[in-house]
């Protein structure tokens, strides 16, 4: 795509978001080093970033210790989960307006995890030359709540296709989420610490509230309607 004929708007953008900011002590927190450079050098001077940095573990300890106003992170760091961190984050700082930017956008089960958890705002890395973390910052230093508008058709798309007849609990999405990940029930049982009969009543369980035909019939639906998320691949050995 060529940006250029965006140039002036995305400056204009730009210089918005600075005032948005204007005062906020700032966390940045994100695995793409080039982006957070990038909003680093954006945010300042109007707010005053307190850490940058591209791990979970660093951004625990910079909330901690700086006790910021705002904390901008991704969901891909160098280490850990960045959804994970901020619904932990924000649960043990309520008042902190935590904004998510989100690469992985078919995670739609952290995703909706996230917004339960109170997270401030979701936005979608590839819609930051749309204007859209404009409109989140302008959202979410007013104290509302924003979700990038592709985000919304995705889960309303999920709502469409419908759900299961009754509530997974958090250890059904749990063997749900390693039976899509292709684990059969011994290694299940050994990663949740359970023993075989309780992997196979869970797995009984799950077939009757999708309901499934099987096991893989169910981790198909689990995807289809958002309720896990795809599986990571592998590294390459």
């Given at each position: 795509?060529?940006?250029?004929?965006?140039?002036?708007?995305?400056?204009?953008n730009a210089h918005?978001?600075?005032?948005?900011?204007?005062?906020?002590?700032?966390?940045?927190?994100?695995?793409?080093?080039?982006?957070?450079?990038?909003?680093a050098q954006q945010?300042?001077?109007?707010?005053?970033?307190?850490?940058?940095?591209?791990?979970?573990?660093?951004?625990?300890?910079?909330?901690?210790?700086?006790?910021?106003?705002?904390?901008?992170?991704?969901?891909?760091?160098?280490?850990?989960?960045?959804?994970?961190?901020?619904?932990?984050?924000?649960?043990?700082?309520?008042?902190?307006?935590?904004?998510?930017?989100?690469?992985?956008?078919?995670?739609?089960?952290?995703?909706?995890?996230?917004?339960?958890?109170?997270?401030?705002?979701?936005?979608?890395?590839?819609?930051?030359?749309?204007?859209?973390?404009?409109?989140?910052?302008?959202?979410?230093?007013?104290?509302?709540?924003?979700?990038?508008?592709?985000?919304?058709?995705?889960?309303?798309?999920?709502?469409?296709?419908?759900?299961?007849?009754?509530?997974?609990?958090?250890?059904?999405?749990?063997?749900?989420?390693?039976?899509?990940?292709?684990?059969?029930?011994?290694?299940?049982?050994?990663?949740?610490?359970?023993?075989?009969?309780?992997?196979?009543?869970?797995?009984?369980?799950?077939?009757?509230?999708?309901?499934?035909?099987?096991?893989?019939?169910?981790?198909?639906?689990?995807?289809?309607?958002?309720?896990?998320?795809?599986?990571?691949?592998?590294?390459?050995?």
């Open positions: 795509m060529d940006f250029t004929p965006l140039l002036a708007e995305l400056e204009a918005r978001s600075r005032e948005l900011l204007r005062g906020t002590r700032l966390v940045l927190c994100l695995g793409n080093r080039a982006l957070l450079t990038l909003l945010a300042r001077p109007s707010a005053r970033v307190l850490a940058a940095n591209t791990t979970a573990q660093e951004a625990v300890a910079a909330v901690a210790s700086d006790k910021p106003d705002m904390l901008l992170i991704s969901d891909v760091l160098e280490e850990g989960d960045g959804i994970e961190t901020a619904i932990a984050l924000k649960a043990r700082n309520p008042d902190l307006r935590v904004l998510l930017l989100i690469n992985r956008q078919h995670r739609l089960h952290a995703l909706r995890r996230a917004i339960a958890g109170d997270c401030d705002g979701l936005v979608l890395e590839s819609s930051f030359g749309s204007g859209a973390l404009l409109a989140a910052l302008h959202v979410v230093s007013g104290g509302g709540i924003y979700v990038d508008k592709p985000l919304r058709r995705e889960f309303r798309r999920g709502h469409e296709r419908g759900g299961p007849r009754q509530v997974l609990s958090e250890r059904e999405l749990q063997v749900l989420s390693l039976v899509a990940a292709g684990e059969t029930n011994g290694e299940i049982g050994g990663k949740l610490f359970l023993s075989p009969d309780t992997v196979k009543t869970h797995l009984s369980n799950l077939l009757d509230k999708l309901p499934a035909r099987d096991r893989t019939h169910a981790a198909v639906l689990g995807l289809r309607w958002g309720l896990i998320d795809w599986p990571e691949a592998e590294p390459c050995r």
